[in-house]
Every structure is written in structure tokens, then in C-alpha cells.
């Protein structure tokens, strides 16, 4: 996991505010979390805590935010000493989650894309699923396992770029770079397969594997049309995935 989120903590929370982000990705990934209203939730690599708060604010009975740049949790407790919301901010790897009681609801954005081997993202999902009760659900969205990135197209009218360079094969790295008013910032990660996540999940414990398309908002029809959003959703970089314990 190479990107260092300490010293960009402050422009990916900026980067939140993008259209794209706002219309389709937290659209979507709220839409498949569903009413969270008296569940226990963890929000895994939570960043600054835009989703943990999201979904405290939607009625979560108790909500943790784990992530495993200091940075970002020091930027999410600012906003939980400012509002009380009483979520806990917690340091820590995915992989070994620092948490001892189980979730009804797991969620990450961007989580599962910063595996580099099978093995590391078995090791997610495992850390994942046992921090989940049985019947626990976990929804996600990362860049996309089916999108061709050595082919992308420019995303640019939507303030973001992806690339890849080398040999496309598992463990290759994918750059995101991010345009915000005051000059780029760069997110490397990695490539693994469909089919590698789907048995990662199925040896981790999930029951039921579900591959979600992006939606859009209809909030995003107001100042764009279906043509402007149509690069993002008809053949997006990104995925949502909904896995069942």
C-alpha cells in the first residue's frame, strides 16, 4: 500500500466535493448501504470520516471509523470533537482490525483496490468478515476489477485522470490523479481480477457476492445531461460491491 495518506489528508477531503463523487459514488454506495437506522456500522479505510459521519447522521446506533493513516483519523476526530457525533476514530490496518465486538454493516470506499497479491486482499476480507455478525453485510467501492485502465479514456471533465503503465496483470499499479483548484494529487492502486475478488470473498465467508453498476443521483441531472454522465457510468472505473456474511 504506497499511497501515503498523511500529507494529502486535507485535499482528498476537498476532492469529496466533486460532482462525480457526490451525484454517483456516495449516491450509490448510500443506496446500497440502505437505512442504517439502529445498526451497528464500521466504516473501514474511513479516511476523514465523510461516510462515518454520513451514516451516523442516517440513524446508526453505533459507528466506528478505522483507517490506517493518522493523518485522516486525526482530521475525522477534529470533526467529532466540533459535532459530538459519538463515533470512535480508530488508527489501524484492515487487515488486523482493531476492533473486538462484530457489525451488523461493513463499509469502505477504496479499500480493496490498495491490495497488491491475492494474499493481501484475502487478508482484507478476512479482517473484514470476522468483524461482521452472521448475516452481516458489506458494501464497498473501489476502482473498478472489470475496467480496461491501460484503454482509459480522459475523465478530465469530471476533475479526475486514471492511468496505467506496464504490463496489465494482477498487482499493477493504477494512478488516479485527482485536478482541484490549487494543482494535482496523485493515488496509486492496484489491479487485481473479478474472479479474484469473488474467491477472496467466498474463502473469507461471504455467502452471497453481488456486483452493483453505478447510479446516478437525479440531483445530477440538474445542471448536467445524461450525455455528460454517460463516460462515468456506461464503462466506469469504478465498481460497488454488496457481500453477504
Not at 445498526?39 to 466506528?64: H, K, N, P, W
Amino acid at each position: 500500500m504506497t499511497t501515503n495518506y498523511d500529507p494529502i489528508a486535507e485535499q482528498y477531503k476537498r476532492s469529496k466535493q466533486m460532482p462525480w463523487r457526490t451525484f454517483v459514488e456516495c449516491y450509490t454506495l448510500m443506496e446500497l448501504a440502505g437505512n442504517p437506522s439502529g445498526l451497528s456500522v464500521l466504516d473501514i479505510a474511513c479516511g476523514e470520516g465523510f461516510y462515518t459521519r454520513m451514516i451516523r447522521q442516517r440513524g446508526a446506533s453505533r459507528v466506528t471509523g478505522v483507517d490506517l493513516s493518522q493523518g485522516m483519523i486525526s482530521l475525522a476526530q477534529q470533526q467529532e470533537d466540533a459535532h459530538q457525533q459519538g463515533i470512535a476514530y480508530i488508527v489501524g490496518d484492515a487487515r488486523e482490525l482493531p476492533v473486538q465486538e462484530e457489525y451488523d454493516l461493513a463499509i469502505a470506499a477504496y479499500l480493496l483496490n490498495y491490495a497488491r497479491t491475492r494474499e493481501e486482499l484475502q487478508s482484507m476480507c478476512n479482517g473484514i468478515a470476522r468483524a461482521l455478525k452472521p448475516g452481516g453485510r458489506f458494501v464497498t467501492v473501489n476502482s473498478s476489477p472489470a475496467f480496461h485502465f491501460p484503454a482509459s479514456p480522459s475523465f478530465r471533465q469530471f476533475g479526475f485522470e486514471t492511468k496505467a503503465v506496464g504490463d496489465w496483470q494482477e498487482g499493477t499499479p493504477i494512478t488516479w490523479t485527482f485536478h482541484l483548484e490549487d494543482g494535482p494529487f496523485d493515488i496509486e492502486n492496484y489491479y487485481l481480477s473479478v474472479e479474484t475478488h469473488e474467491e477472496a470473498f467466498r474463502q473469507a465467508g461471504f455467502s452471497e457476492v453481488r456486483w452493483r453498476p453505478p447510479q446516478l443521483s437525479p440531483e445530477g441531472l440538474q445542471d448536467q445531461t445524461d450525455d455528460f454522465w454517460s463516460l462515468l457510468l456506461e464503462n466506469s472505473p469504478i465498481a460497488f460491491i454488496e457481500c453477504v456474511k
